[in-house]
DNA sequence: CAAATTTGACCCGA
DNA sequence: TCGGGTCAAATTTG
C-alpha cells in the first residue's frame, strides 16, 4: 500500500533473513559454544526486530472489534487469558452451521506439510480425534479433534482438520474455543509434567520437561532441522514472508522455541514464521500460512510486554 | 489392558 | 430434508 508499509515490511524481511542465515552458519560451521551462543542472540535479535517493525505496523489498523460471537461459556479462569483465542476476524466462516451452543469457528490456519502425505498438523496441543466426516463437495474428510484433556481439565479447545480439494498438502485448520487445561496454560507458566504423555502425536510443546537439553543436543537438532523454503519470498519480497520451512521432527530446541513470547497481533504472524521451527513433536516439515485471521496461537503469546529476548534466551539457556 | 482411533448413528440448525 | 458436528460402541494400537 503505502511506501513507508513496504520499507517497513522490507525492513522487516531484511531482518528475518539475516536471521535465517545466521541460523545457516550456525548449522554449517562448527561453533564454540561461545559463538553459537552469540550467533543464537544475534538470530533472536534479528527476529525481535523484525517482530517489533511488524508490530508497528500493525498498530494503524488496530484488530477489528468483532461482534463478538456467542461464545460457549467456556471461560473458566480467567487466569488462563493467555490461551483465549480471539473473537474471531472478518474471515468467512467455514462453517457456518453450528449447533445449538457451539461456538463459532475461531481460528483458521493453513498448513502445508512438506510432503502432503502426512497430517502434520501438530500445533503443540495434545488432541484426539472424536469424528470424521465427509463434506459435500470435498475431496478428503474433516478429521474433528478435541483436546486430549477435555475430560479430565474439561479442555473446551477442538479443531477441525481438512484437506485441502486442490492441494493434498495443505491442511485448513479451523481452532475452537480456548485451551483451558493445563497443558495449555504452561506456556506461561513452569513447566508441569503432563498428565500422561500420550503416544505419538504431540509432544505438548509448552511443557513437557522444558529442562532445557544440552546446548549440543539442540544445536544438533537445529541443524538437522533447519532449512529455508524461500521460494515464497521469490518474487513477492513486498509480501511478508508468510512461510518458512523447518523440515524438522524437531525436539528440544523447538519446544524451547515454545517460551519465545511474541506480544500482540503480530505475534501470530510471527508465530507462523517460527511455528516450524518451534514445531513440536511430530512435525516433519511444513510452514503455517495464516488464512484469515490470527491469534489462534494466542496461548503462545506470554506476557505481552516481556522482552522477547531474554525471556527467551533465560529459559533457553 | 488402557488409551486412541474408527465409523455409523444420532442430533440439530438451516 | 440435508449437511455438518458429535456421540459412543467397536476396533485397533502400544
Not at 494503524?60 to 480471539?86: N, R, V
Not at 502425536?201 to 509448552?206: Q, R, V
Request: glycine residues 6%.
Amino acid at each position: 500500500m503505502d511506501g513507508a508499509c513496504v520499507y517497513d515490511e522490507k525492513t522487516a524481511i531484511h531482518e528475518l533473513t539475516q536471521g535465517l542465515q545466521m541460523a545457516k552458519q550456525l548449522t554449517v560451521h562448527p561453533h564454540s559454544p561461545e559463538a553459537r551462543d552469540l550467533l543464537i542472540q544475534k538470530i533472536l535479535s534479528s527476529y525481535h526486530n523484525a517482530h517489533f517493525i511488524l508490530q508497528s505496523l500493525d498498530t494503524p489498523h488496530p484488530a477489528p472489534a468483532p461482534p463478538a460471537p456467542s461464545l460457549p461459556e467456556s471461560s473458566e479462569s480467567p487466569g488462563s487469558k493467555e490461551f483465549e483465542f480471539d473473537q474471531p476476524f472478518s474471515i468467512q466462516n467455514v462453517s457456518s452451521r453450528k449447533r445449538k451452543g457451539s461456538a463459532t469457528w475461531e481460528d483458521h490456519v493453513r498448513i502445508c506439510s512438506g510432503n502432503g502425505l502426512e497430517d502434520n498438523t501438530d500445533d503443540g496441543f495434545s488432541w484426539r480425534k472424536y469424528g470424521q466426516k465427509d463434506i459435500s463437495g470435498a475431496k478428503f474428510p474433516r478429521n474433528y479433534y478435541r483436546c486430549s484433556y477435555s475430560k479430565e481439565q474439561k479442555c473446551l479447545a477442538t479443531k477441525q482438520v481438512q484437506r485441502a480439494d486442490d492441494d493434498p498438502a495443505v491442511f485448513d485448520i479451523a481452532y475452537k474455543g480456548k485451551h483451558t487445561c493445563k497443558l495449555g496454560a504452561q506456556s506461561a507458566s513452569p513447566p508441569l509434567p503432563p498428565p500422561s504423555p500420550k503416544k505419538n502425536e504431540i509432544t505438548p510443546p509448552y511443557h513437557h520437561q522444558l529442562s532445557p537439553p544440552n546446548p549440543d543436543e539442540m544445536l544438533s537438532n537445529l541443524r538437522a532441522n533447519l532449512s529455508v523454503d524461500t521460494s515464497d519470498l521469490g518474487g513477492d519480497i513486498e509480501n511478508l514472508p508468510s512461510s518458512f520451512s523447518f523440515p524438522s521432527t524437531s525436539s528440544g530446541l523447538m519446544e524451547d522455541l515454545h517460551q519465545f513470547h511474541f506480544p500482540n497481533h503480530y505475534d501470530d504472524e510471527l508465530w507462523q514464521v517460527c511455528s516450524p521451527f518451534i514445531s513440536p513433536a511430530t512435525s516433519k516439515s511444513n510452514f503455517f500460512t495464516e488464512w484469515g485471521s490470527s491469534s489462534s496461537l494466542d496461548f503462545l503469546a506470554g506476557p505481552a510486554d516481556a522482552n522477547p529476548n531474554s525471556e527467551f534466551m533465560n529459559s533457553f539457556f
